[in-house]
């Protein structure tokens, strides 16, 4: 697999980079030389050394508009987009899960992506070899879906057919879509049981975001490899 050494002269977006997996990808690609703008809900919220913060509730299509209309309309490129930001409340099944959470979750993990790529394809279909990553889970793979959790579940789902969409309507403009999931992380989300870093976590994502024109595109990754 061709992959980039050096991204000197390009642009990435990584949404919740604030902390956990999404700051340690932030953190990989300004190492890697990209200029990355690092998504916070708060512009008093932290984000990984050389980065830029921008602010950017996934929920918000303001929010979205707006950095698409500012920030990336005067950069005038986009070679990277990390939806990574998400929320994670397990447990229940379809009759004890309530409602508001259900809204809550896929207005993150699913509606949030969809609009980010909404404002944002447009610029990243300018580079031949843009690139989509999207930050998934294991739990939203159709072949294993049972175990409670169904809203976290159906959003991770709905974010691989995001990816697929990508795939099947901009890959031959030169867009590579693809989605991984991290393993367990200890984050927040994740918790302090898990069993890998976020440095682990955040190896196959920055693994994806250096991949060179023609490379796979449409399939969804762990630990480097083809899962879907
Ligand atoms: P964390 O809880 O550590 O971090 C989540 C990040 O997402 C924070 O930066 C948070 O910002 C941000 N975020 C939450 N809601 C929004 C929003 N509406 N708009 C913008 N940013 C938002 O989680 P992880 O780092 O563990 O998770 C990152 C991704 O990895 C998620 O998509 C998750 O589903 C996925 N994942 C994680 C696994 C794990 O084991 N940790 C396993 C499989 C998948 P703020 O600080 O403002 O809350």
């Known amino acids: 697999m061709?992959?980039?050494?050096?991204?000197g002269g390009q642009v990435?977006?990584?949404?919740?980079a604030n902390r956990g997996i999404g700051a340690e990808i932030a953190r990989n690609l300004n190492d890697l030389g990209a200029t990355v703008y690092a998504g916070a809900r708060s512009m008093n919220a932290e984000v990984p050394d050389g980065c830029e913060k921008v602010l950017l509730d996934v929920?918000?299509?303001?929010d979205i508009d707006a950095i698409a209309d500012g920030v990336f309309s005067e950069v005038g490129r986009l070679d990277i987009l990390v939806?990574?930001?998400?929320?994670?409340?397990?447990?229940?099944?379809?009759?004890?899960?309530p409602p508001s959470r259900i809204d809550r979750t896929l207005a993150t993990n699913l509606r949030g992506p969809m609009l980010v790529c909404k404002h944002l394809v447009p610029l990243l279909v300018q580079q031949d070899g843009?690139?989509?990553v999207n930050v998934s889970s294991g739990m939203g793979q159709l072949s294993g879906m049972d175990?409670?959790?169904p809203a976290y579940r159906v959003s991770k789902a709905g974010l691989n057919g995001l990816t697929t969409y990508l795939h099947g309507e901009y890959n031959e403009q030169g867009l590579m879509a693809n989605a991984v999931c991290p393993g367990w992380v200890r984050t927040d989300l994740g918790g302090e049981d898990a069993?890998?870093?976020?440095?682990?976590?955040?190896a196959t994502p920055t693994w994806l975001c250096r991949f060179t024109p023609?490379?796979?595109?449409?399939?969804?990754w762990r630990d480097k490899e083809r899962i879907d």
Do not use: C, Y
């Open 12 to 16: 990435a977006l990584v949404t919740g």
């Open 147 to 149: 175990g409670g959790s």
């Open 195 to 202: 069993e890998r870093s976020v440095e682990k976590g955040a």
């Open 214 to 220: 023609g490379n796979p595109s449409g399939a969804f």
């Open 130 to 132: 843009g690139r989509v």
């Open 59 to 62: 929920t918000q299509e303001g």
């Open 2 to 7: 061709e992959l980039h050494d050096d991204l």
């Open 83 to 97: 939806n990574n930001a998400g929320i994670g409340e397990f447990g229940d099944d379809i009759v004890a899960e």
